[in-house]
């Protein structure tokens, strides 16, 4: 189960999408509509958490709603929550907060990471048997990714080509001619 998104597939005019992980400030929580990020929505606390959409959702959309806590070194806020000054009282309500970010920055990398395209043992990247896509359909090297289309527009069966579809070769069984 996540810890920092859940996806959701919308019903028609659906506006309403329950958050079901903490998070420590609202600016935190971003939606994504069909791998899409959209700004168009508020997040509301007073009872169940949940976001809003300002305007509803089609229906079979595709909304995931999830944290994004500041901390991460590639993101451009990455500062921690709490500055800690010398000689001053640390509170406990500092120390928890300071923690707390630290474990949701941990927890959104993990998640991210596992998502990813891994690296295995020798060095390759292993798919795990999940779909690859968005690949170009071009290839600039004979050992890049493609796409099926690509191939199948360069195959000499199935497809309309210029190349004979089968040989002639003289000779017999003995041998062949030039």
Same mark, same amino acid.
């Given at each position: 189960?996540?810890?920092?998104?859940?996806?959701?597939?919308? $019903?028609?005019?659906?506006?309403?999408?329950?958050?079901?992980?903490?998070?420590?400030?609202? $600016?935190?929580?971003?939606?994504?509509?069909?791998?899409?990020?959209?700004?168009?929505?508020?997040?509301?606390?007073?009872?169940?958490?949940?976001?809003?959409?300002?305007?509803?959702?089609?229906?079979?959309?595709?909304?995931?709603?999830?944290?994004?806590?500041?901390?991460?070194?590639?993101?451009?806020?990455? $500062?921690?929550?709490?500055?800690?000054?010398?000689?001053?009282?640390?509170?406990?309500?500092?120390?928890?907060?300071?923690?707390?970010?630290?474990?949701?920055?941990?927890?959104?990398?993990?998640?991210?990471?596992?998502?990813?395209?891994?690296?295995?043992?020798?060095?390759?990247?292993?798919?795990?048997?999940?779909?690859?896509?968005?690949?170009?359909?071009?290839?600039?090297?004979?050992?890049?990714?493609?796409?099926?289309?690509?191939?199948?527009?360069?195959?000499?069966?199935?497809?309309?080509?210029?190349?004979?579809?089968?040989?002639?070769?003289?000779?017999?069984?003995?041998?062949?001619?030039?």
């Amino acid at each position: 189960m996540a810890l920092t998104y859940v996806t959701y597939t919308a $019903t028609a005019a659906q506006t309403d999408f329950t958050i079901t992980f903490p998070f420590i400030d609202a $600016t935190h929580v971003k939606v994504d509509i069909d791998g899409t990020n959209t700004t168009a929505f508020t997040v509301d606390t007073t009872g169940t958490d949940k976001i809003v959409l300002t305007s509803g959702a089609t229906a079979g959309e595709t909304v995931k709603v999830y944290r994004v806590t500041p901390g991460r070194s590639a993101d451009a806020g990455a $500062t921690l929550l709490v500055d800690f000054q010398d000689g001053s009282v640390l509170s406990e309500a500092d120390l928890d907060k300071v923690c707390q970010q630290l474990l949701y920055v941990a927890q959104e990398a993990e998640e991210t990471g596992a998502s990813s395209l891994p690296v295995d043992w020798d060095g390759n990247y292993d798919a795990q048997s999940k779909r690859i896509k968005n690949l170009s359909g071009s290839v600039s090297g004979g050992n890049d990714a493609t796409t099926k289309d690509y191939v199948d527009g360069l195959s000499l069966y199935g497809g309309s080509v210029s190349l004979p579809q089968s040989w002639a070769i003289p000779g017999d069984d003995s041998g062949w001619t030039n």
